[in-house]
């Protein structure tokens, strides 16, 4: 909003002429004065105040004599302000709101509704007895249905906690090991990777073990179990596992194999994916095409759009080492998952790989090269919701945008 002086502003008698009533002021009656120029020392503009709630960023309140930046409301409406100056508080605190409700709509979407879709696709992963691989998103859903019915839904939503555990210890490390690098982050992104999903891989691990155990036979754990498992697993303590267990340092080269690829492809696509969406909405602005939700949009849905297909294009592209890494991950760890085929029973992990290779050579001979993509269907189910929650959002915020027009 951008509010101006009225028409009949006089500097005292504005507000109905309230000083001119008598008995105002007491003994200070007011002073009267005869022209415009006697007004001009007394009356001046306002000084331009930092972060006024006022003003926009980069503006300055105009002189005194200057014409206002908009028509207000009880003047003459003959057409919109030039450049979108007339837009309300209301409608800029709408924006601001909605853009922070649509980020979060999106996380809250990646986190928690695709958890479940996050554990099946595990499980089918790590299941070499499976005969069903779950290709198609029509049986993810029917074997879904079949776990929340004999376990309930905490088996659908089980490791939650540990995966957030893990993302904060990524970020963590991630930030310690920017601060103390003495080289620029921005020119060895990839090295500080390295070196975070090392820390990480632990930590993962143990998040990786509570997602694909069975809710059968699991134990109340609690929410740091994975920070002990995590350490215990560095320094050999904790809970015993068979010898069939693989050093960290025979899974350091797959786990930063598939975290170094991951980013790199994310963030390529990421930057072309929103290269051509802005260069689309630079052209239909030149083309005075747009409308102002259209605009609006534009600013706020290409980063979200732009994230989903390239967290789209990494996990499709690396879906077979990931599958691979998650079975060397939990190779040893005495590990009982549920039977993916049934839809109730259990099933140890008895695999005995003896590193990346002899998995990558095993897969393929016993399982086929569909083996590689056991639980597809789910990352199918997982971004068909992501992409169903976005376009709603989106929806909702253009019905918002266009009823506060």
Same mark, same amino acid.
């Given at each position: 909003?951008?509010? $101006?002086?009225?028409?009949?502003? *006089?500097?005292?008698?504005?507000?109905?002429?309230?000083?001119?009533?008598?008995?105002?002021?007491?003994?200070? #009656?007011?002073?009267?004065?005869?022209?415009?120029? *006697?007004?001009?020392r007394?009356?001046?503009?306002?000084?331009?105040?930092?972060?006024?709630?006022?003003?926009?960023?980069?503006?300055?309140?105009?002189? $005194?004599?200057?014409?206002?930046?908009?028509?207000?409301?009880?003047?003459?409406?003959?057409?919109?302000?030039?450049?979108?100056?007339?837009?309300? !508080?209301?409608?800029?605190?709408?924006?601001?709101?909605?853009?922070?409700? +649509? !980020?979060?709509?999106?996380?809250?979407?990646?986190?928690v509704? &695709?958890? #479940?879709?996050?554990v099946?696709? $595990?499980?089918?992963?790590?299941?070499?007895?499976?005969?069903?691989? =779950?290709?198609?998103?029509?049986?993810?859903?029917?074997?879904?249905?079949?776990?929340?019915?004999? %376990?309930?839904?905490r088996?659908?939503?089980?490791?939650?906690?540990?995966?957030?555990?893990?993302?904060g210890?990524?970020?963590?490390?991630?930030?310690? +090991?920017?601060?103390?690098?003495?080289?620029?982050?921005?020119?060895?992104?990839?090295? =500080?990777?390295?070196?975070?999903?090392?820390?990480?891989?632990?930590?993962?691990? &143990?998040?990786?073990?509570?997602?694909?155990?069975?809710?059968? /036979?699991?134990? !109340?754990?609690?929410?740091?179990?994975?920070?002990?498992? !995590?350490i215990?697993?560095?320094?050999?303590?904790?809970?015993?596992? @068979?010898?069939?267990?693989?050093?960290?340092?025979?899974?350091?080269?797959?786990?930063?194999?598939?975290?170094?690829?991951?980013?790199? /492809? @994310?963030?390529?696509?990421?930057?072309?994916?929103?290269?051509?969406?802005?260069?689309?909405?630079?052209?239909?602005?030149?083309?005075?095409?747009?409308?102002?939700?259209?605009?609006?949009?534009?600013?706020?849905?290409?980063?979200?759009?732009?994230?989903?297909?390239?967290?789209?294009?990494?996990?499709?592209?690396?879906? #077979?080492?990931?599958?691979?890494? =998650?079975?060397?991950?939990?190779?040893?760890?005495?590990? /009982? +998952?549920?039977?993916?085929?049934?839809?109730?029973?259990?099933?140890?992990?008895?695999?005995?790989?003896?590193?990346?290779?002899?998995?990558?050579?095993?897969i393929? %001979?016993?399982?086929?090269?569909?083996?590689?993509?056991?639980?597809f269907?789910?990352?199918?189910?997982?971004?068909?919701?992501?992409?169903?929650?976005?376009?709603?959002?989106?929806? /909702?915020? @253009?019905?918002?945008?266009?009823?506060?027009?």
């Amino acid at each position: 909003m951008h509010p $101006r002086r009225p028409d009949g502003f *006089d500097g005292l008698g504005y507000r109905g002429g309230a000083r001119d009533e008598p008995g105002f002021g007491g003994a200070f #009656p007011a002073r009267s004065f005869r022209s415009a120029s *006697d007004l001009s020392r007394w009356v001046t503009s306002p000084p331009d105040i930092p972060g006024s709630r006022n003003l926009h960023w980069a503006e300055e309140s105009p002189p $005194r004599g200057a014409p206002a930046p908009c028509t207000p409301p009880e003047g003459p409406a003959e057409g919109p302000c030039p450049g979108g100056a007339g837009r309300s !508080g209301g409608e800029e605190q709408l924006n601001r709101f909605a853009g922070f409700g +649509i !980020g979060l709509a999106s996380l809250f979407t990646e986190n928690v509704l &695709a958890h #479940p879709c996050i554990v099946l696709r $595990r499980q089918c992963q790590v299941n070499y007895h499976a005969r069903h691989y =779950h290709l198609t998103p029509f049986t993810v859903i029917n074997i879904m249905y079949s776990f929340n019915k004999t %376990q309930g839904p905490r088996a659908l939503w089980k490791g939650m906690g540990s995966t957030f555990i893990v993302q904060g210890i990524t970020l963590g490390a991630e930030g310690i +090991i920017s601060e103390f690098t003495p080289l620029p982050r921005y020119l060895f992104s990839i090295f =500080h990777y390295y070196l975070t999903y090392i820390v990480a891989m632990p930590f993962y691990s &143990a998040s990786l073990i509570e997602t694909v155990q069975s809710e059968i /036979i699991r134990d !109340g754990a609690g929410i740091l179990e994975c920070v002990k498992e !995590g350490i215990g697993r560095v320094i050999g303590l904790g809970v015993p596992h @068979s010898k069939r267990l693989l050093p960290l340092l025979s899974l350091v080269f797959p786990t930063v194999l598939h975290g170094v690829l991951h980013y790199v /492809i @994310s963030s390529v696509v990421q930057k072309v994916v929103l290269l051509v969406l802005k260069r689309k909405a630079y052209d239909s602005h030149l083309a005075e095409s747009a409308s102002p939700v259209q605009s609006m949009l534009d600013a706020y849905f290409p980063e979200l759009i732009a994230n989903f297909v390239a967290s789209l294009c990494s996990d499709v592209t690396l879906y #077979p080492l990931e599958t691979v890494l =998650h079975r060397l991950h939990v190779q040893g760890t005495r590990t /009982i +998952i549920d039977n993916t085929d049934l839809g109730y029973e259990v099933l140890p992990i008895n695999t005995q790989y003896e590193g990346m290779r002899d998995c990558v050579s095993t897969i393929r %001979q016993e399982e086929g090269a569909l083996g590689f993509y056991k639980g597809f269907g789910a990352v199918v189910v997982q971004y068909t919701l992501h992409a169903a929650v976005l376009q709603i959002t989106k929806i /909702i915020y @253009s019905t918002l945008l266009q009823n506060s027009a």
